[in-house]
């Protein structure tokens, strides 16, 4: 019987980061018990594939070739690689005698289910909440983008101004040049 590993039961055995699965106990005359497994070991390879999960575990058994499996655990904090031998691939008996995957009690279920209530009641609120947001933040933007509309229209304006005294500068210094000329021309 395997299980998913915390991180605290991970550094407890001695697996990083609690990447693995623990084996939880072991059936007695099973496959997993004549190749050496014993409650506590940390499955963390099969097959040189990296385990993280129960279902890692069980896509690396499932995805075997031969009807040996290298085993990499940890145990007393030190690795060990173990051979397990298992049934052929049209059997589906591996993991009823071997390896099966804790159940989940009474409790926790009770737990799950008023989790799930909680969430549907929550729900609703949550949909507004994300409604009001977005309108809040769309109305946010719009008077952002009118403001930056007449900042725009306010330095063409001044930009339309500059040009125009420029133009008129210029006018008046053609005069002056003109006027100098003629008196230069005169002479």
Known sequence: MVENLTPQLGDFFGAKNGQGVLVRSVEKGSRAEKAGFH????????????????????????????????????????????????????????????FE???IDAETRINLSQVQSELARVRPQIALAVRQATRTASKELC????????????????????????????????????????????I
Do not use: M
Not at 52 to 69: C, E, I, M, P, Y
Not at 75 to 84: E, G, H, I, M, V
């Open 39 to 98: 409650a506590g070991d940390v499955i963390v390879k099969v097959n040189e594939e990296t385990i993280n999960d129960v279902g890692d575990f069980s896509h690396a058994l499932n995805a075997r070739k031969q009807n040996t499996a290298s085993i990499s655990i940890i145990r007393d904090k030190r690795p060990q690689t173990l051979s397990l031998t298992l049934p052929d691939r049209k059997r589906s008996d591996l993991f009823e005698e071997s």
């Open 101 to 103: 995957l804790p159940e």
């Open 143 to 186: 008077k952002q983008k009118q403001e930056l509309k007449k900042q725009g229209q306010e330095i063409q304006k001044q930009l339309l101004n500059q040009q125009r005294d420029l133009r008129d500068q210029q006018r008046e210094l053609q005069k002056e040049l003109r006027i100098e000329l003629k008196g230069l021309s005169e």
